[in-house]
């Protein structure tokens, strides 16, 4: 996938995620959780249907790499370069 | 590979939303509720064309739509449902009725702020403070019981409103008698006194439906009258279940919501079941009552809680049922809700286990006759007359909610030692749902969903 691809299919599992979410405004380098207003348990949810779509498992201890848009876009590139 | 990755006992809210958790990430999951109904505790029926909520009296957590962060929110997202195609419909207006005092509070807290100003001079300020402080508190945090009435009266230093505020919170969520966790009072604050109560625009029925119905869309397999007999076990782990008709199902996890007593038998658990069996059981009497003849009953009412006698008595009653304190409730009493006819009149007092239990089958009817009509008498001291308006009526008693559900002894909260992190002695068995310690409608759901999030989806 394409970084273009992978940005989109992250705005769409979030959008899946959270019916109230606004992307009009999303800073891609700023974290997602607050400007979204996520807890974990959303942000759990990402990491699960990443999970469910492409067999990804992500370790706990990585999470904090998916904090901002880009970081999402630049540690999923290499996992997902097959897919 | 077993046949099922997860096995999940109980088909009530804990279950049910457990259940769309896991098959929601495409976890091969099947629920086994013994009934030919979901819903547990909270669930349904009809009688004489009526149809019955067997639980809900209002739903905690209101919350509007766009208000993240709100426990009743986060819990729609998890489970994927569209919170705004769920209209909620707020309550009219609640009162705590105690020793000749009275408070008023709804879902905005000022108004409860302002009641307690009037009948209660010069500790308004205090009252502030506590609320500050129960909205920086972290109920989620580990660490050991704290008692929830010493923090109140330290907060509050007056008896009598630290024992009327209680009231509600302890009849609503607490499996202990006398005393209450604080964390338990923080969670039971915020849900009663900060968000709300409200109801559904549908009943139960079409509630229970939707999350069936979430739960078969994501893949989910639900089986009714499917008692389980036991958890088997094969050395340190669980392999699945055994049906009461012999039939053996396999799974990688199992989570039950049967209770911690009922967990144990099933399973062969080691340990003290009585240290488990929680003492809070109730009796509840629903009355209908034709609507012509109620206009002498309150109308501006939601729930009123009630408690003769200056302190507060939350324990098991030393007869059948204890009329001196108690809730009344008026399901249709709620913004925006059609007029109801009959009008729906609920009365709920602490009833004794034990005794109930020891009553013989021909004893049983009448002695629940006597308690219902003494439990009626209670509630008209307080919303006026309705006896001779009743065009249906019936009761439940602590051996119903046993028979019905499974809680030992009736304890509809519990047992008043809650395992929170959900673990049991082999390591796929988890426990979710009453026990583990969230209570309520919506703390029953919240608690399915963390435990599948914690131990299964990781
Ligand atoms: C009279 C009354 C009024 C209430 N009013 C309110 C209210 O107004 N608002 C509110 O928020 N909460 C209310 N509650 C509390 C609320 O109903 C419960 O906290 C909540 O429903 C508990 O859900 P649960 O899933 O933990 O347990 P349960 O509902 O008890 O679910 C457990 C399920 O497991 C099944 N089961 C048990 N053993 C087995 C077995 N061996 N095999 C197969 N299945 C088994 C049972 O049949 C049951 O369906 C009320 C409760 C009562 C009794």
């Given at each position: 996938?394409?970084?273009?691809?992978?940005?989109d299919?992250?705005?769409?599992?979030?959008?899946?995620?959270?019916?109230?979410?606004?992307?009009?405004?999303?800073?891609a380098?700023?974290?997602?959780?607050?400007?979204?207003?996520?807890?974990?348990?959303?942000?759990?949810?990402?990491?699960?249907?990443?999970?469910?779509?492409?067999?990804?498992?992500?370790?706990?201890?990585?999470?904090?790499?998916?904090?901002?848009?880009?970081?999402?876009?630049n540690?999923?590139?290499?996992?997902?370069?097959?897919? | 590979?077993?046949?099922?990755?997860?096995?999940?006992?109980?088909?009530?809210l804990?279950?049910?939303?457990?259940?769309?958790?896991a098959?929601?990430f495409?976890?091969?999951?099947?629920?086994?509720?013994?009934?030919?109904?979901?819903?547990?505790?909270?669930?349904?029926?009809?009688r004489?064309?009526?149809?019955?909520?067997t639980?809900?009296?209002?739903?905690?957590?209101?919350?509007p739509?766009?208000?993240?962060?709100?426990?009743?929110?986060?819990?729609?997202?998890q489970?994927?449902?569209?919170?705004?195609?769920?209209p909620?419909?707020?309550?009219?207006?609640?009162e705590?009725?105690?020793?000749?005092?009275?408070?008023?509070?709804?879902?905005d807290?000022?108004i409860?702020e302002?009641s307690?100003?009037?009948?209660?001079?010069?500790?308004?300020?205090?009252?502030?403070r506590?609320?500050q402080?129960i909205?920086?508190?972290?109920?989620?945090?580990?660490g050991?019981?704290?008692?929830?009435?010493?923090f109140?009266?330290d907060?509050?230093?007056?008896?009598?409103?630290?024992?009327?505020?209680l009231?509600?919170?302890?009849?609503?969520?607490?499996?202990?008698?006398?005393?209450?966790?604080?964390?338990?009072?923080?969670?039971?604050?915020?849900?009663?006194?900060e968000?709300?109560?409200?109801?559904?625009?549908?009943?139960?029925?079409?509630?229970?439906g939707?999350?069936?119905q979430?739960?078969?869309?994501?893949?989910?397999e639900?089986?009714?009258?499917?008692?389980?007999?036991?958890?088997v076990?094969?050395?340190?782990?669980?392999?699945g279940?055994?049906?009461?008709?012999?039939?053996m199902?396999?799974?990688?996890?199992?989570?039950s919501?049967?209770?911690?007593?009922?967990?144990?038998?099933?399973?062969?658990?080691?340990?003290?079941?009585?240290?488990?069996?929680?003492?809070?059981?109730?009796?509840?009497?629903?009355?209908?009552?034709?609507?012509?003849?109620?206009?002498?009953?309150?109308?501006?009412r939601?729930i009123?809680?009630?408690?003769?006698?200056?302190?507060?008595?939350?324990?098991?009653?030393?007869?059948?049922l204890?009329?001196?304190?108690?809730?009344?409730?008026?399901?249709?009493?709620?913004?925006?809700?059609?007029?109801?006819?009959?009008?729906?009149?609920?009365?709920?007092?602490?009833?004794s286990?034990?005794?109930?239990?020891?009553?013989?089958?021909?004893?049983?009817?009448?002695?629940?006759r006597?308690?219902?009509?003494?439990?009626?008498?209670?509630?008209?001291?307080?919303?006026?007359n309705?006896?001779?308006?009743?065009?249906?009526?019936?009761?439940?008693?602590?051996?119903?909610?046993?028979?019905?559900?499974?809680?030992?002894?009736?304890?509809?909260?519990?047992?008043?030692v809650?395992?929170?992190?959900g673990?049991?002695?082999?390591?796929?068995?988890?426990?979710?749902?009453?026990?583990?310690?969230?209570?309520?409608?919506?703390?029953?759901?919240?608690?399915?969903?963390?435990m599948?999030?914690?131990?299964?989806?990781?």
């Amino acid at each position: 996938m394409t970084r273009d691809e992978i940005k989109d299919v992250l705005l769409e599992i979030i959008a899946d995620i959270d019916e109230e979410a606004d992307f009009a405004r999303l800073d891609a380098d700023a974290p997602l959780r607050d400007q979204l207003d996520l807890d974990s348990m959303d942000f759990l949810d990402i990491v699960m249907e990443l999970r469910k779509r492409y067999k990804l498992h992500i370790p706990e201890e990585e999470y904090p790499q998916l904090a901002t848009l880009t970081s999402c876009v630049n540690y999923l590139e290499p996992k997902l370069q097959h897919v | 590979m077993a046949a099922y990755q997860l096995v999940i006992i109980g088909g009530g809210l804990s279950g049910l939303a457990a259940g769309i958790r896991a098959a929601r990430f495409g976890i091969k999951t099947l629920i086994v509720e013994q009934h030919s109904l979901p819903g547990g505790l909270n669930s349904f029926y009809v009688r004489q064309g009526h149809l019955l909520e067997t639980g809900l009296h209002a739903m905690t957590n209101c919350a509007p739509a766009n208000d993240k962060q709100a426990p009743l929110n986060r819990l729609f997202r998890q489970l994927r449902l569209p919170r705004r195609e769920f209209p909620c419909h707020e309550q009219i207006g609640s009162e705590i009725r105690f020793g000749g005092r009275s408070l008023l509070f709804g879902n905005d807290p000022a108004i409860l702020e302002a009641s307690i100003d009037r009948v209660f001079p010069g500790r308004i300020d205090r009252f502030r403070r506590l609320r500050q402080e129960i909205a920086e508190y972290d109920p989620f945090a580990a660490g050991p019981w704290r008692s929830g009435r010493q923090f109140l009266a330290d907060h509050l230093d007056d008896p009598d409103l630290a024992d009327t505020l209680l009231l509600p919170l302890m009849i609503y969520g607490n499996a202990e008698e006398e005393d209450m966790d604080l964390g338990q009072l923080v969670i039971m604050f915020r849900a009663v006194f900060e968000e709300g109560f409200f109801r559904p625009a549908a009943t139960m029925r079409e509630f229970l439906g939707l999350l069936v119905q979430q739960f078969r869309d994501f893949g989910g397999e639900i089986r009714f009258r499917s008692p389980v007999e036991s958890i088997v076990s094969d050395r340190d782990r669980v392999v699945g279940v055994l049906l009461a008709g012999g039939e053996m199902l396999g799974a990688d996890a199992v989570v039950s919501t049967a209770g911690i007593p009922e967990t144990m038998r099933l399973s062969g658990w080691p340990g003290e079941v009585d240290r488990y069996v929680g003492r809070m059981s109730f009796m509840e009497t629903i009355s209908l009552v034709s609507r012509a003849r109620t206009a002498t009953l309150t109308r501006d009412r939601t729930i009123i809680f009630y408690h003769h006698g200056d302190r507060l008595q939350y324990r098991r009653p030393s007869g059948y049922l204890d009329p001196t304190w108690g809730v009344i409730c008026f399901p249709g009493n709620f913004l925006g809700l059609p007029p109801e006819d009959p009008v729906q009149i609920r009365t709920t007092n602490a009833a004794s286990y034990p005794l109930w239990k020891a009553l013989s089958a021909e004893s049983y009817e009448s002695v629940k006759r006597r308690w219902t009509e003494a439990a009626v008498s209670a509630s008209e001291e307080i919303v006026g007359n309705y006896r001779s308006s009743i065009v249906y009526q019936d009761s439940f008693t602590p051996v119903t909610i046993e028979r019905f559900t499974r809680k030992a002894e009736g304890a509809v909260y519990g047992s008043a030692v809650k395992i929170k992190d959900g673990v049991t002695p082999w390591p796929n068995l988890f426990l979710a749902g009453t026990d583990q310690g969230y209570l309520g409608i919506v703390g029953a759901m919240l608690s399915g969903i963390t435990m599948v999030n914690r131990h299964i989806l990781r």
